[in-house]
């Protein structure tokens, strides 16, 4: 099912984020947490891919198994790293042949080791420009894009972030995914202000429940998200103890959730770290709405 159909008057969308594993044995242990996650009955599901498309094809194979074993509706991630348009449209070609509808266009981080971001020969520089190109070629396929209620690290102003968005937006895209944040406050301002300018795809809060707190300041401080002070605090009490850690970030998690949900957000998407308990946590401790049928 393309994302036209996900968002609109009356509907929610529960999302879930999965990686490729690196193993076939986490390929295995995955499916058994994409089948706890299938108890909530998402309105769909993504996958991301390795630096530089490292894992392209162990995602395709990924998103392609859930698709097929539980009827749900998929969205792989693709980028504008290390690929022409010719390489960028075989990929969309060989994801629709296995039943993908959507895609999560970004531009991609540089590769390890470069700090700029340079795109190859015939190829894009920007989101904006991978949206229009999906847009033009495969106009039946659902975009997805990324907003950054904590404005992106290399963006020169939070103003200049969000005419990036209104861009990729305008381009073609249906949906904003944010980044992951822990502030709702951050989220609600990026709200207002998308709205002020005019971007009126439905906005998505992207959501990590936190299951180790070493782990999550390593993410947070790679994507440049904040951390409150009292979370922090709450996780350091139990800095010995991962069972308490745990219990601290499902706690978070279903608050900042709930608060959410509270204020009509028309889907939330978690991701997940290719587990389930937190998630499955949170979803039973929330009154989610239904979400849209796959």
């Known amino acids: 099912m393309s994302l036209s159909n996900t968002y609109g ?7 879930f984020e999965l990686f490729p594993p690196k193993t076939d044995g986490g390929v295995r242990a995955l499916a058994g947490h994409v089948r706890e996650l299938m108890k909530f009955k998402p309105s769909y599901v993504t996958c991301t891919y390795g630096a530089g498309g490292s894992t392209q094809n162990r995602t395709l194979e990924i998103i392609g198994d859930v698709r097929k074993q539980h009827g749900v509706a998929v969205a792989t991630h693709l980028t504008c790293v290390g690929s022409t348009r010719d390489q960028l449209r075989d990929y969309l070609q060989r994801a629709q042949g296995l039943g993908i509808e959507n895609v999560v266009a970004l531009r991609g981080d540089p590769p390890q ?4 971001f340079t795109p190859v020969a015939d190829g894009f520089s920007y989101a904006n420009e991978l949206v229009a190109f999906i847009r033009g070629e495969f106009p039946e396929m659902g975009v997805l894009v990324a907003g950054y209620p904590e404005t992106h690290q290399e963006a020169p102003s939070a103003d200049a972030d969000l005419e990036n968005l209104k861009r990729k937006v305008d381009a073609g895209g249906d949906a904003i995914i944010t980044q992951l944040f822990y502030d709702n406050a ?3 301002r990026f709200r207002e202000k998308c709205e002020e300018l ?6 998505i809060p992207g959501l990590l429940p936190v299951t180790n707190g070493a782990q999550i300041q390593r993410i947070a401080s790679l994507c440049g998200a904040k951390l409150p002070s009292d979370f922090i605090a709450a996780l350091e009490k139990y800095e010995d ?3 308490g850690q745990f219990e601290v970030g ?3 998690a279903t608050k900042q959730s709930a608060e959410l949900l509270e204020a009509g957000v028309p889907g939330i998407h978690y991701y997940v770290l290719n587990k389930s308990e937190a998630t499955k946590r ?9 979400g849209t049928p796959s």
């Open 9 to 15: 008057p009356g509907r929610f969308a529960l999302s």
């Open 113 to 116: 080791g470069e700090t700029k």
């Open 186 to 188: 951050d989220f609600f």
């Open 198 to 203: 005019g971007i009126t795809a439905p906005i």
């Open 241 to 243: 103890d991962p069972a």
């Open 250 to 252: 499902v706690d978070f």
């Open 282 to 290: 949170v979803l039973e401790a929330v009154e989610v709405p239904v």
